[in-house]
């Protein structure tokens, strides 16, 4: 069975930054690529991210290009998202995702950013 527990969410001031974390089980982490995606109030989800299988390639949204950065520790099944210069509109619940798709994904992590 996939589990993708996130963490790392919070409150954080308009150019703070956060670091989320993903731990991935239940499926060969290291041979698939993953997601992150994001819903805010009232919005769909937006992907976000994505990180391939060796963690040597990521992309990004326009919207936080430059901003985030994805990574991978494939010893460790876990997959990081860190945010910086974090602005009101990053306010959402973030997901990490098992690719292809975000079917498969945890029960995600609240970002507030406010002053």
């Known amino acids: 069975e996939v589990q993708l527990v996130e963490s790392g969410g919070g409150l954080v001031q308009p150019g703070g930054s956060l670091l989320l974390s993903c731990a991935a089980s239940?499926?060969?982490?290291?041979?698939?690529?993953m997601n992150w995606v994001r819903q805010a109030p009232g919005k769909g989800l937006e992907w976000v991210s994505a990180i391939d299988s060796s963690g040597r390639n990521a992309a990004y949204a326009d919207s936080v290009k430059d901003r985030f950065s994805c990574s991978r520790d494939n010893a460790k099944n876990i997959t990081y998202l860190q945010m910086n210069s974090l602005k009101p509109e990053d306010t959402a619940i973030y997901y990490c995702?098992?690719?292809?798709?975000?079917?498969?994904r945890g029960q995600g992590t609240q970002v507030t950013v406010s002053a």
């Open positions: 239940g499926f060969a982490f290291s041979t698939y690529s």
């Open positions: 995702a098992k690719a292809p798709g975000w079917s498969q």
